[in-house]
């Protein structure tokens, strides 16, 4: 197995229409199949790069996942990423998906089959977005579910007062978890 997965077709036509199009893909893979204005390869070393404008990215699954998600993180939040979309494997309980508290997060329904693999992930997947054009009053705004359509996902924010519960396993909830498009809490 592998830490590289290509986006699918479907993900990258979600990306670009929410977008507008994409500046950087920092994490591309060797035939830079997103069409991105700048790629970063595995040789370019993209987490030592600086990052800028609308970033996609489908990052290196596994542990490295944790040091690119705290680089996406850093970079938007010193305005140097003006937008950006994260697809990562919907792992809520680990630590470097905690960090995308406050960010909408949409849930891929099924498997992802990722470039040529003969079979679905073994994983679910979450699509991740960063900018304030993408919250409305502590919702996913509208714009983020017009590209992310219900057929497809489930929008939500992902709440940040969501704690592991004592022993761990569940999520304590103090916060609803997840916005549908019909305006009720799940």
């Known amino acids: 197995m592998t830490a590289e997965w290509t986006t699918p077709p479907v993900v990258l036509t979600r990306v670009v229409q929410c977008l507008g199009g994409i500046d950087l ?66 792992r809520t309980d680990t630590a470097w998906f905690r960090q995308f508290d406050g960010w909408p997060v949409a849930f891929w329904h099924g498997r992802l089959r990722f470039g040529a693999a003969p079979h679905a992930a073994p994983f679910p997947s979450a699509v991740v977005v960063s900018g304030s054009r993408w919250r409305d009053s502590g919702k996913p705004s509208a714009p983020w579910r017009r590209c992310m359509s219900r057929r497809a996902v489930r929008s939500r924010i992902h709440p940040p007062n969501a704690i592991p519960a004592p022993g761990g396993g569940r999520l304590r909830r103090t916060a609803p978890l997840s916005y549908s498009e019909s305006n009720s809490y799940r």
């Open 25 to 90: 893909d920092p994490w591309a893979d060797g035939g830079r199949t997103v069409p991105a204005a700048q790629h970063f390869t595995a040789s370019a070393d993209g987490l030592g790069q600086s990052w800028h404008g609308r970033v996609y990215i489908n990052p290196p699954y596994g542990r490295p996942i944790a040091a690119w998600i705290a680089k996406l993180l850093a970079e938007a939040a010193c305005g140097h990423v003006t937008a950006a979309i994260a697809l990562v494997p919907a």
